[in-house]
T-cell receptor, first 114, second 113 residues
Framework: SAVISQKPSRDICQRGTSLTIQCQVDSQVTMMFWYRQQPGQSLTLIATANQGSEATYESGFVIDKFPISRPNLTFSTLTVSNMSPEDSSIYLC???????????FGQGTRLTVV | GENVEQHPSTLSVQEGDSAVIKCTYSDSASNYFPWYKQELGKRPQLIIDIRSNVGEKKDQRIAVTLNKTAKHFSLHITETQPEDSAVYFCAASSGDSSYKLIFGSGTRLLVRP
């Protein structure tokens, strides 16, 4: 299994600012993903973080709002830009283990925008 | 794209009883179906998964069944215990080479002691 560390674990931010969330995996992985989970809700896929190329975004999510970096096979960042209270949520990083199927999750970043 | 529906949204059972959670998916090309357990304030944890070439898989008190023809799969928990109380999510792989998971809406399971 892959061990995934995310930071920060939580933050309170002013509207209009940006926050960058970091995700570090303890081993090289092919696939990394970013999800959003609003309180009491399911996980919604934001994008696939591709190493060496632009992220692949799901419907309803755009690069200008959620820029993603993936500089190598163990690290990715998600930035939440120009935040509004509607961006308050938990953001989760995940990575697939061996065989590219089993997905493991970071502990999440609880973001509150005021 | 893939769409996963999950029910019930809440399930309350007596300790020792069985619990069943059901999911349906839309993309017939999907080939991997994991189940995650999420306790309050914690990350989702993989508890069992099944691939499309298998009809059933069991791990102690937990089992998953898959009906590819009907495009549905189910989680079965037997002899439930209070520590089974959590939110359970089913998911399906997209079926293409991206390996991304699409999640169901979740089931809040409460096991009453």
């Amino acid at each position: 299994s892959a061990v995934i560390s995310q930071k920060p674990s939580r933050d309170i931010c002013q509207r209009g600012t940006s926050l960058t969330i970091q995700c570090q995996v303890d081993s090289q992985v092919t696939m990394m993903f970013w999800y959003r989970q609003q309180p009491g809700q399911s996980l919604t896929l934001i994008a696939t973080a591709n190493q060496g190329s632009e992220a692949t975004y799901e419907s309803g999510f755009v690069i200008d709002k959620f820029p993603i970096s993936r500089p190598n096979l163990t690290f990715s960042t998600l930035t939440v830009s120009n935040m509004s209270p509607e961006d308050s949520s938990i953001y989760l990083c995940s990575a697939n283990g061996q065989g590219n199927t089993e997905a493991f999750f970071g502990q999440g970043t609880r973001l509150t925008v005021v | 794209g893939e769409n996963v529906e999950q029910h019930p949204s809440t399930l309350s059972v007596q300790e020792g009883d069985s619990a069943v959670i059901k999911c349906t998916y839309s993309d017939s090309a999907s080939n991997y179906f994991p189940w995650y357990k999420q306790e309050l304030g914690k990350r989702p944890q993989l508890i069992i998964d099944i691939r499309s070439n298998v009809g059933e898989k069991k791990d102690q008190r937990i089992a998953v069944t898959l009906n590819k023809t009907a495009k549905h799969f189910s989680l079965h928990i037997t002899e439930t215990q209070p520590e089974d109380s959590a939110v359970y999510f089913c998911a399906a792989s997209s079926g293409d080479s991206s390996y991304k998971l699409i999640f169901g809406s979740g089931t809040r399971l409460l096991v009453r002691p």
